[in-house]
């Protein structure tokens, strides 16, 4: 089996930057596309930024301009780069990644425990 740890969230100005990396426990035959998605109290779990294996991006509007994301294959992880940071940002941050344990197995969604981010006004 494989975990997706997630890590970097916690509190920050509003303004702030903060870098979010998800790494898989172990090595993977193959990742196809990777996700970050957020959930704040009340509300619905959104997709926030996806990069593929081609390295094509998409993110939610509300973030264009001031997220980037980032994989580095070899170490299987995925980075999410917030800056300008603002209050309603605050959600638990969730990595998502389809992928392949080895050659023989099927690709499959696996999810990661979840970070917090507080962006304080």
């Known amino acids: 089996q494989v975990q997706l740890v997630e890590s970097g969230g916690g509190l920050v100005q509003a303004g702030g930057s903060l870098r979010l990396s998800c790494a898989a426990s172990r090595n993977i035959f193959s990742i196809d596309v990777m996700v970050w998605y957020r959930q704040a109290p009340g509300k619905q779990r959104e997709l926030v930024a996806e990069?593929?294996?081609?390295?094509?991006?998409n993110f939610v509007n509300s973030v264009k301009d001031r997220f980037t994301i980032s994989r580095d294959n070899a170490k299987n992880t995925v980075y999410l780069q917030m800056n300008s940071l603002k209050p309603e940002d605050t959600a638990v941050y969730y990595c998502?990644?389809?992928?392949?344990?080895?050659?023989?197995?099927?690709?499959?969604?696996?999810w990661g425990q979840g970070t917090q981010v507080t962006v304080s006004s």
């Open positions: 998502y990644a389809r992928l392949r344990i080895t050659i023989t197995s099927p690709y499959s969604p696996y």
């Open positions: 990069i593929t294996s081609d390295g094509t991006t």
